[in-house]
């Protein structure tokens, strides 16, 4: 069983920052493909950024490039996702999701994600 955490969710103004963690705990062992989701309201969950356990490739959406780094802590257990530049279109949930294995060119493909963490609610405005 694994164990997702998100956390550093909250309310900036347009142009601000943020730094979301999450602390994956459990039977998390080996390679693993970590991500990071958001919901936007009246939208489909779409992937935002992805990583590799071993740190070897990052990916990101179009829609971040330049203005959001996903990165991994020195335990390995906790990737976070550094957000520059945030705009109001930025507003949503954000999920942190992982699974076991290489991310690849599926990294952004939700049904790809076995383990999700609850969420943390991110309001630019």
């Known amino acids: 069983h694994v164990q997702l955490v998100e956390s550093g969710g909250g309310s900036v103004q347009v142009g601000g920052s943020l730094r979301l963690s999450c602390v994956a705990s459990?039977?998390?062992?080996?390679?693993?493909?970590m991500g990071w989701f958001r919901q936007i309201p009246d939208r489909e969950r779409e992937g935002v950024a992805g990583i590799e356990s071993d740190e070897s490739t990052t990916y990101y959406a179009d829609s971040v490039k330049g203005r959001f780094t996903v990165s991994q802590g020195n335990l390995g257990n906790t990737i976070y996702l550094s957000m520059h530049s945030l705009k109001p279109e930025d507003t949503g949930v954000y999920y942190c999701?992982?699974?076991?294995?290489?991310?690849?060119?599926?990294?952004?493909?939700?049904?790809?994600?076995?383990?999700w963490g609850q969420g943390t609610q991110v309001t630019v405005s």
């Open positions: 459990g039977d998390i062992i080996g390679r693993y493909c």
């Open positions: 999701a992982a699974d076991p294995g290489y991310c690849g060119g599926g990294w952004y493909r939700e049904s790809n994600y076995r383990h």
